[in-house]
């Protein structure tokens, strides 16, 4: 009994004791915090001399602190020859050298420990951590490039290494250890990309990387992920051309049904590059069958990709007319039903916007929308469309009526606040200004942050053009002005808008007139005369609904059409400071960043 009443009590005198040193050791964390270095010292000494071993980080790193490294020199290579395997003390050792100035003996300490470095992988691992923990990644990584030697193993410790490696921004290191590492373990090839991503920071660090991949393709020619990256270091570049090149090589030479292209050519056509996508598709769909994974799906796309080039403005006459022929190709091939409704719709759009067929427009529409199994969401944008190509027709009363279909269904949704907003433009374009505000109100409230903005724009533009010109007959002919330009009709557009101040002098319009031509100027591509009346709009209206608007365009305009990116930056800096609540601020504030050089966000 006495024996478990003693044991209990040192039990009971240990947990006191060690509550007390934990309760002093993060006192003398808080002086030292508090920059007190010398009553840290006094309670890690204290601690040291009391449990010795337990404390010697704290206590040799307060010594060095206080530069103390005689008393630090001394107590480490007592604890050294106590434990000679214990690799911290050597560390320490030679850290206090090194804090003394003496880079010499602390290199000779270290490299002593490189040459007696034992084959253990998880004791090396250790030592490189210790080195790490003592800041000095130089000697982490020889201990790590000598483990490797040991262990006859070249591919030890690359997770490590790249880490060291980014931690000393040493990039062709990181580099070399990821092409060392990627042919056995290819599942890494993202990772690798996207650090590459993160710590490349020119045209030199990419052309290097190419000089590497050459040369190691040169070599190994069989190793096909070489390819792949040099594909995606022209991708990077925006080398397009040289991207597909590469690309259609190595798909060649696997044989893999066009997998890699057709991924390929979704990204270059997200990045603009649609000539090069749609070759990319062509080459897919000339050499598969209907029996092949990716020949539908990249025939879809194709027409896509011409069609996304049609919407930026990239095409001929003969690009209308050969993608007209594409989508009766594809619903003679697949058949018209609730699969190929939206190939009818896309169609539909370009007779009527592009080659102002408008009956023929209708009567596709018209038959998408009558299918038995077509989605009831690509029904409802089928009727909006119908709804628009109606009124490019002069058939008002047929436009209203599907819109209010399509509103009526969809109570509540974004597709029915856009009947919405749809059927109130409709009325501002036929002049009937008070149903049409009326309707723009509700609109202010609405789930989507595009048709609110445009219903406030539109409201505050009647409000701003009747409240003194109660007829609102300068409105009137602005609004026809709009409609010329929906119609995509510009010279007619031009035309009305050059009217309105001869005919109504000293209306309010100045600012809605120069917007509504540097649309139409934005339409036929002349940026330069677009940049006029947005800087006019910018300058003499900052204060009217038009501004931010006007500058939010201008820096789109420079950054992406006249290439000036210290312009551009301006400009979308100006949304940030000048108009805090514009609905570009975060697009503007997203561009602004990436033309200053910030670094998107990466977790490799």
Known sequence: MKRYLVLIAICLFANIRARAQNGELQLAQQYK????????????????????????????????????????????KKLLKRHPADYQYTVTLGRIYREQGNSQKADEVYDNLVKNLPPDQALITSLAAEFYQAENADYAIKIFLQGRKLLHNDQLYTMELISLYRYKRDKMAITNEYLNF???????????????ATV?????????????????????????????????????????????NQALALSRRRDDKGSSIYELCRTLSNNGAYDEAIRGYNFIIEKGTKEDPYYIPAKIDLLDVKNQKITAGKYTDADLFGLEQDYLSLLNEFGRNGSTAFAMQRLANLQAFKLHKYKEAQKLLQDAIALPNIRPALQSSCKLDLGDIYLMDNQPWEATLVYSQVEKA??????????????????????????????????????????????????LMITD?????TTGNALRMYARADLWIFKEQPQKALMTLDSIDKKYPGNSLTDD???????????????????????????????????????????????????????AQSYYQKIITDYPGSLWINEARKRFRLLRGDKPDSSS
Do not use: C
């Open 200 to 244: 490349y920071e020119g045209d030199a660090d990419y052309n290097q990387l190419r000089f590497e991949l050459l040369k190691r393709i040169q070599k190994q020619p069989e190793v096909t992920i070489y390819a792949d990256i040099l594909t995606w270091m022209y991708m990077q570049q925006k080398e397009y051309d040289q991207a597909l």
């Open 513 to 567: 007139i120069l917007m509504a031509k540097a649309r139409i100027y934005i339409q036929q591509k002349d940026y330069q005369t677009a940049v006029l009346s947005l800087k006019q709009i910018a300058e003499a209206h900052r204060f009217d609904i038009w501004a931010d608007d006007a500058v939010y365009m201008l820096g789109d305009i420079y950054e992406n059409q006249l290439n000036d990116k210290t312009l």
């Open 465 to 469: 053009n009747t409240t003194f010109d």
């Open 33 to 76: 915090l508090n920059g007190d270095e010398q009553k840290a010292f006094d309670i890690y000494q204290k601690l040291y001399k009391q449990d010795n071993e337990n404390y010697f980080s704290y206590y040799v790193n307060s010594l060095i602190s206080l530069k103390k490294f005689d008393e630090a020199e001394s107590i480490t």
């Open 410 to 459: 969809n109570p509540g949704t974004p597709i029915g606040q856009d009947a919405t907003f749809r059927n109130a433009k409709l009325a501002y374009y036929t002049g009937d200004f008070t149903w049409a505000k009326g309707q723009l109100n509700v609109l202010k409230a609405a789930t989507s942050q595009l048709i609110a903005n445009d219903a406030l724009n539109l409201s």
């Open 182 to 196: 990627l042919p056995a373990n290819p599942g890494y090839l993202n990772q690798a990309e996207n650090t590459f």
